[in-house]
């Protein structure tokens, strides 16, 4: 046997050794009450144990050196999405249904239901469902950047700019006007939802101010909302949020 | 708002992962994984480009651990960071990389225990082979290594990554890198365990002697 096989079967896991998984998932779990148990007692005194830790924090704690980052950046600009989807709106909580509105209704009068009268209201239901379904279309959603003719349903905004599968940020925002707005509120918000920035136009477009071209970085997601606004400074329609990704080609 | 304080106010990467679940097969809903994968792809490109030292290798691993890892998404129960978990997808396809490259000519200089003929290494390892309790030996090589050889030792030999590597990995600045603590490894070991090899034979030894003297009562 050669040398470095002998090494080799010596540095083989010993059967104390956790999993790679349990090993780090233990790593950052704290000591149970502030004990050491003979998991944690056996990993500080592993060498095996001790160097796969070095190896997580290898992966958990490097920075790139400046020779690194031209190499590091060409493979980034090359890893596609993991999840590929039309960029669209981020659908609201649902509007609950019927059946959910009813049932808290009843549920404020603690009464006696009998059989046929809960049946009764189940018919009710089903028929207005039915009426709801069939008179009732989806309200049409517009692709972000989808140019075309006005489309004002439902009081939507429909974007003119394109705001994803862009390098750069177009000069100027620009949607569909509504009757009656004396002016619209520009909002940028993160993915979570927290507002970015705000800004006013008084007409149909704008310029992107420089704090909101500082954050639309590459790669990064933030939403735009635009919404008109009447004289009296009530809301007459909006754009609901719009995914704004740049260097997503 | 200014626009610094807001950077810093996202989701934790267990709040993205939480609400794309919650609006799994809902359109936009991959803008919280897209985003949750696109905080962790740089630390994947990087580690991956450690481990094989040539861009396109590493482009094409940290595909495969990225996809992967979204693949097996569902597994990951949040017992740990998603980083976390993410490493130990990052690590098994990596190192299983190292492993089926291992077959194909190595460059030169990266065997050192081949190459360093002053030390009489393989002497103390055969005596190992004999009769070996690895926890003891352990102990032995523990009690004689500083903590990077002994880590380059481990990861060398024990998860056959390439001294180079190492070298990357650990961020070792030293000129030889991970080659120079294996080399001083070496040094160090073969007396440290020749010593204990000549302890062990004296103690059974004395216990033969001893079982004798106890025969011959």
């Known amino acids: ?249 | 708002m200014p626009a610094t304080t807001l950077m810093n106010s996202g989701l934790s990467d267990e709040a993205l992962l939480e609400r794309y679940r919650a609006h799994a097969g809902e359109a936009g809903s991959e803008v919280w994984i897209n985003e949750l994968f696109s905080r962790h792809q740089r630390k994947v490109a990087l580690w991956c480009l450690r481990m094989t030292s040539d861009r396109e290798t590493a482009l094409d691993l940290s595909q495969e651990v990225l996809a992967r890892a979204f693949e097996k998404l569902d597994t990951f129960r949040g017992d740990s960071k998603f980083s976390t978990w993410l490493y130990t997808i990052a690590r098994f396809h990596c190192l299983n990389h190292l492993r089926s490259t291992a077959s194909k000519p190595k460059s030169e200089g990266e065997d050192p225990l081949e190459q360093i003929e002053d030390v009489n290494f393989r002497a103390a390892f055969e005596a190992i082979e004999a009769r070996i309790d690895r926890r003891e030996i352990w102990k032995v090589i523990q009690g004689a290594l500083n903590e990077t050889e002994l880590k380059v030792m481990m990861l060398h030999y024990g998860h056959g990554i390439p001294l180079g590597r190492i070298t990357s990995l650990l961020e070792l600045d030293n000129a030889s890198g991970a080659k120079a603590f294996i080399v001083s490894a070496k040094r160090r070991l073969e007396p440290a365990l020749s010593r204990w090899k000549a302890r062990t034979e004296r103690q059974q030894r004395n216990r033969s002697v001893s079982h004798g003297d106890d025969q011959d009562v």
Not at chain 1, 19 to 45: C, F, N, Y
Not at chain 1, 181 to 205: K, P
Not at chain 1, 218 to 233: M, T, Y
């Open chain 1, 1 to 249: 046997m050669s040398e470095k096989r002998l090494a080799e079967n010596l540095f083989e896991p010993t059967p104390e050794c956790p999993s790679i998984e349990e090993l780090v998932s233990l790593s950052e779990s704290p000591k149970s009450g502030g004990q050491a148990t003979p998991i944690h007692r056996h990993i500080a005194d592993c060498p095996r144990c001790q160097a796969e830790l070095a190896l997580l924090t290898s992966f958990q704690e490097a920075e790139a050196t400046p020779e690194e980052q031209a190499d590091v950046g060409w493979v980034v600009d090359r890893l596609p999405k993991v999840a590929e989807g039309q960029p669209a709106r981020v659908a609201a909580e649902p509007e609950p249904t019927i059946w959910v509105r009813l049932r808290s209704w009843l549920g404020q009068f603690n009464l006696f239901r009998p059989l046929p009268v809960m049946a009764a209201i189940a018919a009710l239901v089903v028929l207005t469902i039915g009426i709801r379904e069939l008179t009732n279309t989806a309200p049409e959603l517009r692709a972000p950047g989808q140019t075309g003719g006005l489309i004002m349903r439902g009081g939507q905004i429909g974007l003119l700019t394109p705001l994803t599968g862009i390098d750069s940020l177009p000069a100027v925002l620009e949607w569909e006007p509504v009757a009656g707005a004396v002016r619209y509120e520009v909002i940028v918000r993160y993915v979570d939802g927290a507002e970015a920035a705000r800004f006013t136009a008084n007409s149909s477009h704008t310029e992107w101010p420089g704090d909101v071209r500082a954050l639309a970085t590459p790669g990064r997601s933030l939403f735009i909302e635009v919404a008109a606004i009447d004289p009296a400074g009530n809301q007459l329609a909006t754009s609901g949020r719009q995914l704004l990704k740049l260097g997503d080609n």
